[in-house]
């Protein structure tokens, strides 16, 4: 698999985000919020949302490298057609790389199931 994230690949419009948002199904860990809505293209887009909840901007951007590099690694090479936001909770500042890891490969389950579900429909 390509090293890259692509920007064909990443969701980062306003409205798009908060059309995921509002009909997306709901998969929750300790410190993500995650939500994933069937897509017509076949392979899966991730938006991330980290919002300031009073901290700066190098711990932000911290939490967003971690959580694309993650994503790239952990939901991207997973081959479904679905749309995933994931917005973090005031916790997730507290937490290491391998903590997110963790959090998202419940994800990977969710988003794969997700998936084999649409698949027999």
Same mark, same amino acid.
């Given at each position: 698999? $390509? /090293?890259?994230?692509?920007?064909?690949?990443?969701?980062?419009?306003? $409205? /798009?985000?908060?059309g995921i948002l509002k009909k997306g199904r709901r998969v929750r860990t300790l410190d993500l919020d995650v939500r994933l809505l069937a897509s017509p293209l076949s392979f899966v887009r991730v938006g991330i949302l980290v919002p300031r909840h009073g901290q700066s901007a190098v711990r932000r951007n911290l939490v967003k490298r971690r959580l694309r590099e993650l994503s790239r690694k952990i939901l991207l090479p997973v081959q479904v057609s679905m749309n995933v936001v994931i917005r973090c909770n005031p916790s997730?500042?507290?937490?290491?790389?391998?903590?997110?890891?963790q959090q998202l490969?419940?994800?990977?389950?969710?988003?794969v199931e997700g998936g084999n579900e649409e698949r027999d429909r």
């Open positions: 698999m $390509s /090293e890259e994230y692509p920007s064909s690949k990443r969701i980062t419009r306003g $409205s /798009e985000l908060n997730v500042y507290g937490r290491t790389f391998e903590e997110l890891r490969a419940g994800v990977h389950h969710a988003l």
